[in-house]
């Protein structure tokens, strides 16, 4: 009987991970869908992506590579970027898909800590001194769920990083998109911006801190300022979009602890059902390469569509409230 008992266990087990395999292989998630066949479709563009040594920005950074752009890392451990920048070269080296004049010069690393608007800061002026052109931005680091911490100047991490960093860079670099147009801004959110509010009388979480309250609260904050700097770019041939990439196996969740024992669950869970990095990275590519976003603007996507946005994330006057405050916040008040 307890052979037959765990015969039975073992076989469902077979059963359950043959069909997650094929579930997994089925290539229902997407493969890469834009620019596949053309790499040359970049040739010429200069692109700079925050957060390019992980996950979804390390696959984008491959992907725009592949398709010919010159590519800035801006990221905030040298050595981490640098390590990531080596593979990038040596993967895309042995599949062939560096061309002719793909030499160091076509990845650069660059420091950006956007916990710090110091950093920020430097990081712009040496930008703006060193590069020609900005076709396209993809503000894509992020932090997620962390422990209460504060940013070197004083804002609660994920409002700080995930916004106001990226405030403030985005600023700092509208001129040298502006003479680059047509140029484009990307701008990564989530999903969860739907849990989100701007609770404008404690953006630094003084009063109280809820970790998932404040991711989302970010990436709410995200989109309006997307939506907002739209409008202000009317007329100047520069987009800017903004899009969820779904649920993607990243190091994202590094601040989440999960117990020893369910581990191997997870991992299976997630190997089964999350997106790859490069699946996860698709929209991003999609949104700073593809011909047909030329001249969208102020749009939410997902999976390479347009989809619709909670009355919360359209809220003008939110928008504005939003934009003006954060303008204070880094001091870059005209
Ligand atoms: N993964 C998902 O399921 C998912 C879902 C929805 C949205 N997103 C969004 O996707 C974006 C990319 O995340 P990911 O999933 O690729 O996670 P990831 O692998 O953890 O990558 C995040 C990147 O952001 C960088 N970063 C964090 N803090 C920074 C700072 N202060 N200054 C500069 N860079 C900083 C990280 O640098 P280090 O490596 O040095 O820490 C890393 O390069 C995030 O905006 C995230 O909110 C992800």
Redesign the pocket.
């Known amino acids: 009987m307890a052979v037959a008992s765990v015969a039975a266990a073992l076989l469902a087990a077979l059963g359950g991970a043959l069909w997650l395999a094929a579930r997994r292989f089925s290539g229902s998630s997407g493969q890469r869908r834009q620019g596949g066949g053309d790499p040359g479709l970049m040739h010429g563009k200069t692109v700079l992506i925050?957060?390019?040594?992980?996950?979804?920005?390390?696959a984008t950074a491959g992907e725009l590579l592949r398709l010919g752009a010159r590519v800035i890392m801006?990221?905030?451990?040298r050595a981490?970027a640098e390590e990531a920048a080596g593979q990038l070269r040596q993967e895309l080296g042995q599949a062939g898909g560096l061309g002719p004049d793909a030499t160091d010069g076509q990845l650069v690393v660059k420091e950006?800590?956007?916990?710090s608007l110091r950093s920020v800061r430097a990081f712009c002026q040496e930008l703006l001194q060193e590069e020609p052109r900005l076709d396209v931005l993809i503000n894509?680091?992020?932090?997620?769920q962390c422990p209460y911490t504060k940013t070197e100047d004083g804002f609660e991490m994920q409002f700080g990083?995930?916004h106001l960093?990226h405030f403030l860079l985005t600023n700092l670099l509208l001129g040298l998109l502006k003479s680059s147009a047509p140029s484009r801004i990307v701008v990564?959110?989530?999903?969860?911006y739907k849990y989100g509010d701007i609770n404008f009388e404690d953006l630094n979480s003084e009063q109280s801190y809820n970790k998932s309250f404040c991711y989302s609260r970010s990436?709410l904050a995200n989109i309006l300022f997307t939506r907002e700097l739209a409008h202000r770019l009317e007329g100047t041939n520069v987009t800017v979009n903004v899009l969820?990439?779904?649920?993607?196996?990243?190091?994202?969740g590094?601040h989440i602890h999960i117990p020893l024992l369910a581990r191997p669950l997870f991992n299976l869970v997630s190997w089964a059902f999350?997106k790859t990095?490069l699946e996860?990275a698709q929209t991003s590519i999609y949104l700073a390469s593809s011909p047909d976003v030329e001249g969208v603007s102020g749009r939410y996507f997902g999976d390479c569509k347009e989809e619709e946005l909670l009355p919360k994330a359209m809220d003008e006057s939110v928008a504005r409230k939003l934009w003006d405050i954060s303008e204070v916040m880094v001091g870059i008040l005209k």
Request: glycine content about 18%; aromatic content about 4%; proline content about 4%.
């Open positions: 925050t957060g390019a040594n992980s996950g979804l920005g390390r801006g990221c905030r451990d981490r950006l800590d956007l916990a894509n680091a992020g932090v997620f990083v995930n960093g990564v959110s989530s999903k969860l990436k969820h990439p779904g649920i993607v196996r990243t190091n994202l590094r999350f990095p996860g």
